[in-house]
């Protein structure tokens, strides 16, 4: 296989043991799934079961409700999250659930799954394929999983913390392109872009003088799965929620690349917005980004 100039050879990977049915056991007494539960198995087994889903429905879908101007949920949006929700409920009943469409259902085990069962709506809706599903898992405030499923490609994004991260069960890393002038990024535009005058348009314009190319393909977790696997180098954008980047968060940084908000805070889930990259086209970026997350003109991009 040809490969990328800029990513590392591929490696086989060694996360995932698929649990055997009987291993699939919770505890009521302590509100923890058993040691025998694989997640990662779980997370997989209900990203596939909504791949399916959209698959079924796409080139048919329709709009089921409006969230906004520019914000629509489509009944694969609905259908696909009921079935992710069952299957991560009968595994892990204890665990709470954060989804897109139905908000937080809460959970005694000090973990939560965070939901986004269709990621790349307006594309789903007018039939461009470049949608997917993204599940998370966090236990106490932190990461452990995430999976990110591309139906359409039948590809598969994974990582669990301190085991690396794979698509399609090969190892992937981050790219190692170190200049902007030769760095593909990737971005995105806030659903409150018509009201908000925070819309990155001035990031956009600060950037498009100095990278190689730029791209909005209308997914953030399949452009963070992008960045992890060096098919992007960077990805840029605010206005998110925990369920759009937390898959690709724990995916990225496994990757071994960095992934904050624009002041450099560790919190890229809940703080709204994130930058993601090598570490060194991270901090180029990041540099631009001041406090309110405005490009810093004052600081020329190298």
């Known amino acids: 296989m040809k490969r990328n100039g800029n990513q590392r050879p591929l490696r086989r990977a060694r996360l995932f043991r698929v649990p ?19 997640e990662m198995a779980v997370a997989i087994d209900a990203a596939r079961a909504a791949g399916e889903v959209l698959t079924a429905h796409f080139g ?41 469409e139905s908000g937080r259902v809460p959970g ?15 594309n789903y809706l007018r039939g461009l394929p470049q949608f997917c599903v993204s599940i998370a898992l966090e236990r106490n405030g932190r990461l452990e999983l995430g999976v990110i499923f591309d139906p359409l490609r039948n590809d598969l994004y994974a990582a669990r913390q301190g085991c690396g991260a794979t698509l399609n069960g090969e190892s992937i890393q981050v790219g190692s ?3 902007l002038s030769r760095a593909v990024v990737s971005t995105g535009f806030p659903y409150d872009a018509w009201e908000n005058p925070r819309d990155n348009t001035s990031e956009v314009g600060t950037l498009i003088k100095h990278v190689f190319a730029l791209r909005s393909c209308g997914s953030a977790a399949l452009d963070l799965a992008a960045v992890a696997c060096g098919r992007l180098d960077l990805h840029w954008e605010r206005g998110l929620q925990a369920y759009d980047v937390a898959a690709g968060v724990a995916i990225i940084r496994e990757a071994g690349g960095v992934a904050t908000d624009y002041t450099g805070g560790a919190d890229a889930v809940y703080g709204g917005e994130i930058i993601a990259g090598n570490a060194i086209l991270h901090a180029a970026v990041g540099a631009q980004f001041g406090t309110l997350g405005e490009p810093n003109r004052t600081s020329p991009i190298s």
């Open 177 to 179: 392109e170190t200049s």
């Open 20 to 38: 055997d049915r009987d291993d699939a056991t919770a505890d009521p007494g302590v509100g923890r799934v058993t040691q025998g539960l694989d």
């Open 108 to 122: 005694n085990s000090g973990a939560q799954w965070i939901v986004d069962p269709l990621d790349g709506t307006v």
């Open 60 to 100: 048919r879908a329709r709009v089921a409700h409006a969230k906004g101007a520019i914000d629509v949920v489509t009944d694969a949006d609905l259908a696909a999250e009921r079935r992710i929700v069952e299957v991560l409920s009968a595994a892990t009943p204890h665990h709470g659930v954060l989804t897109e």
